[in-house]
T-cell receptor, first 114, second 115 residues
Framework: NAGVTQTPKFRVLKTGQSMTLLCAQDMNHEYMYWYRQDPGMGLRLIHYSVGEGTTAKGEVPDGYNVSRLKKQNFLLGLESAAPSQTSVYFC?????????????FGQGTRLTVV | AQSVSQHNHHVILSEAASLELGCNYSYGGTVNLFWYVQYPGQHLQLLLKYFSGDPLVKGIKGFEAEFIKSKFSFNLRKPSVQWSDTAEYFCAVTKNSGGYQKVTFGIGTKLQVIP
C-alpha cells in the first residue's frame, strides 16, 4: 500500500516549457487536491477533484490545468511555465466518508522555473 | 471568508521547554480539526486529529491539542520539546462545503528547537 505517490520529485524547467505532475493514490479516495507550498504562505489550493471526471478551481488556479480521467490519478499541468510557479507542489487525497476526513499527502514535487 | 489562523509563524525554544502553538478557525458548524507536521525536506504527516468526543486529543510523539469550541481554537501543546521536533507545523480544518470536503490550512509555524 503506497498511499499517495507523486512523480517527479524534482524538476527544473525553462520559462515557457510545459510539464505534467502525476499524483496517484491507491486508497480508493474520492477527493484529490493539488496544493503549492511557498515560504510564508502555507499551502494554497490550486485545483481539486471530487471524483473521477470532475475538477474544480481552488484558490490559485491560474496557469495550471488538471485532469482526473481515472479515480486513482490526478494530473497537474503547466502549459507554459513561469518563474512565479517555482514552488513545492503537494498532492493530497481524502476519503469521501464524512466521518473520517484525514488528508494523506504525497512526498512533494520541487519545481524550479528558470 | 473562511480561514485558519496560526498566530506564531516562527518559534524558537530550548530543549525541554514547553510548547503551545495557537490555531483559530472562522468556520461555523461542524468541523474536523488537524495538526500536520512537516520535517525538513519531507511531506506533511498527520500529528493528531479531532472529529468529535473528548476535546483533548493526544497524538504521536507526545503532542496533544485541545478543541475549545467557544473560542474556535485548536491549540497544539507538548510539555517538553526535543531537538527532533524541529519542523513546520500546520493546523488544518475540514468542513463539508457545497458537497465536498474543503480543507483549509493555516500558514504554518516553524519550530526551531535548540539543543
Amino acid at each position: 500500500n503506497a498511499g499517495v505517490t507523486q512523480t517527479p520529485k524534482f524538476r527544473v524547467l525553462k520559462t515557457g516549457q510545459s510539464m505534467t505532475l502525476l499524483c496517484a493514490q491507491d486508497m480508493n479516495h474520492e477527493y484529490m487536491y493539488w496544493y503549492r507550498q511557498d515560504p510564508g504562505m502555507g499551502l494554497r489550493l490550486i485545483h481539486y477533484s471530487v471524483g473521477e471526471g470532475t475538477t474544480a478551481k481552488g484558490e490559485v488556479p491560474d496557469g495550471y490545468n488538471v485532469s482526473r480521467l481515472k479515480k486513482q490519478n490526478f494530473l497537474l499541468g503547466l502549459e507554459s511555465a513561469a518563474p512565479s510557479q517555482t514552488s513545492v507542489y503537494f498532492c493530497a487525497s481524502i476519503q469521501q466518508d464524512r466521518v473520517n476526513t484525514e488528508a494523506f499527502f504525497g512526498q512533494g514535487t520541487r519545481l524550479t522555473v528558470v | 471568508a473562511q480561514s485558519v489562523s496560526q498566530h506564531n509563524h516562527h518559534v524558537i525554544l530550548s530543549e525541554a521547554a514547553s510548547l503551545e502553538l495557537g490555531c483559530n478557525y472562522s468556520y461555523g458548524g461542524t468541523v474536523n480539526l488537524f495538526w500536520y507536521v512537516q520535517y525538513p525536506g519531507q511531506h506533511l504527516q498527520l500529528l493528531l486529529k479531532y472529529f468529535s468526543g473528548d476535546p483533548l486529543v493526544k497524538g504521536i510523539k507526545g503532542f496533544e491539542a485541545e478543541f475549545i469550541k467557544s473560542k474556535f481554537s485548536f491549540n497544539l501543546r507538548k510539555p517538553s520539546v526535543q531537538w527532533s521536533d524541529t519542523a513546520e507545523y500546520f493546523c488544518a480544518v475540514t468542513k463539508n462545503s457545497g458537497g465536498y470536503q474543503k480543507v483549509t490550512f493555516g500558514i504554518g509555524t516553524k519550530l526551531q528547537v535548540i539543543p
